[in-house]
């Protein structure tokens, strides 16, 4: 089993699964430039991270690979107690994360670049700080109480340990979310955490 992962990248959660679940795989670093060279293209035509190769068989979209992992591994619990609304409520929030809290950073990685008016594109950016704390907001609403997204540790979790990095890093406004804080505490002091960052050669 390989993973194909980019520092940082939303392909950082599928590495801190595989950390999870504890059986051997290998981690292929993949720069943002080589993402867009053929050999990595032959991988995955859209170019982007993450990629899995299980014996030879290509999975991309970070969701599938996720449940693909889980459903591999059912021992790790990542997808849930085996009942259907267990799946559907980790489904639920990784979709959130998915679809819609990663998209949401986009102007804040370059996508309004082409507008070419310094003022538009740091409206732009100011914009998505906005509406990414209103994202995080139920987030942490639904931490309240909680350890875990859905109460117990799954798929979902590492996601959104990413799309945090990218928070802080982007300067989005998570003053008083106190869950949030929490759980990026958790996270970083996690074995699983700890090494799948450092093989990515993260802080
Ligand atoms: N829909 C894809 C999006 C993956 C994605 O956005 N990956 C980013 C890194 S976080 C990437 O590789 N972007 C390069 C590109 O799309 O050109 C998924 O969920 O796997």
New binding site residues.
Partial sequence: MKLYT?PG???LADHIALEWIGEPYEAVIVS?EE??LPAYLAINP?????ALDDGGWIL????A?LNYLADLYPASKLGGDGSPRSRAEINKWLAFV?SDV?PAFKPLFGSTSYLDDAAAIEKSRDDARNKLRDLFAKIDAQLAGKDWLTGARSIADPYLYVVLRWARASEVDLSGFDNLDRFMRAMRADAGVKKATKAEGLA
């Fill in positions: 980019t990248a939303c392909s943002k993402r867009k859209n170019g982007a991270v993450p991309t979209q970070n969701a690979i998915n990663h």
